[in-house]
């Protein structure tokens, strides 16, 4: 099922921006507010990861499937509800043009349409969704299916960002569409400031590093060449710490950041979506929300 056939289940990011929430109404800040993190629900992983062939053998995902459903069911109990909950990435297992990919996307795609419909799904591309380099083809599969690869919009006086992280960890396949975000992400920081948002949050798959910017470069991370410039980028514009996944582990400095951490073995549990308060200061972090 597509984004497009999906209608009003899934709030397609087109245009890049999310349909689910209006610009307008949302620039102003209203208060505090809190969503819901979640990241990797990976459709296939635990069986290829249990008998060690990541790469061949992602042909059953019957414990991904009820984990991503009592997620869903502990989602939908939270009062207040949250402004909206968001999927750091991997959201499959199967790489493009590897087998069972139609089947577990259409299977979490049954999953999710039990979100409820006054909690705004954001889905964000990981590796296993667009490939470990990917193409205008496996990013355009992408779009079809879920919507956007990158997109921002604002709930509550607060920017979100949403960048394609496979763009930054390798773009040799499809540098003009990491020239592409580039260029848009500078543009939307300076949106940021022109419209003196309070704060900036930014979600991406693989962070920009895990425990010091200048750690060695490793699968979990962005090399210090890309991550460097990013947090220049990010500092320079004064806004909050990137929100990811891939890895599982929060992130950064604690002085005026959001910092949640995510999933533990690379999957989605009840006991592992993150409650992200939003306050006015932007100085308190994630914490976990356990049914």
Request: hydrophobic share 35%; with cysteine.
């Amino acid at each position: 099922m597509s984004a497009a056939e999906a209608g009003g289940v899934f709030h397609r990011a087109r245009g890049r921006t999310l349909d689910a929430f209006s610009a307008e109404k949302e620039r102003e800040w209203k208060g505090p507010f809190y969503f819901i993190q979640g990241t990797d629900p990976q459709f296939g992983l635990m069986k290829a990861w249990s008998i060690g062939d990541c790469d061949n053998s992602g042909d059953e995902w019957g414990q991904e499937v009820r984990l991503t459903e009592q997620a869903v069911q502990a989602v939908n109990k939270l009062n207040p509800k949250p402004r909206f909950f968001v999927l750091c990435g991997d959201l499959i297992h199967a790489m493009p043009g590897m087998p069972w990919r139609k089947e577990q996307t259409a299977d979490l795609q049954r999953v999710l349409r039990d979100v409820d419909s006054e909690i705004p799904l954001v889905l964000v591309s990981g590796n296993h969704d667009v490939g470990n380099v990917p193409t205008p083809e496996t990013v355009a599969e992408f779009q079809q299916t879920w919507g956007d690869d990158y997109f921002s919009f604002w709930v509550g006086g607060v920017l979100f960002l949403v960048l394609n992280s496979q763009f930054l960890y390798n773009c040799s396949g499809c540098p003009a569409l990491k020239q592409a975000q580039d260029a848009w992400l500078d543009q939307q920081l300076r949106l940021a400031e022109q419209h003196r948002c309070r704060h900036a949050v930014v979600f991406q798959h693989i962070p920009l590093f895990l425990q010091s910017i200048d750690e060695d470069d490793n699968y979990f991370n962005l090399t210090r060449a890309i991550r460097r410039e990013l947090a220049d980028k990010f500092a320079r514009a004064a806004r909050e710490s990137p929100k990811r996944a891939h890895q599982g582990r929060g992130y950064g400095p604690r002085g005026r950041t959001v910092t949640a951490e995510t999933e533990k073995d690379g999957q989605m549990a009840p006991s592992e979506q993150w409650e992200v308060p939003v306050p006015e200061d932007g100085g308190q972090q994630g914490k976990s929300h356990r049914q």
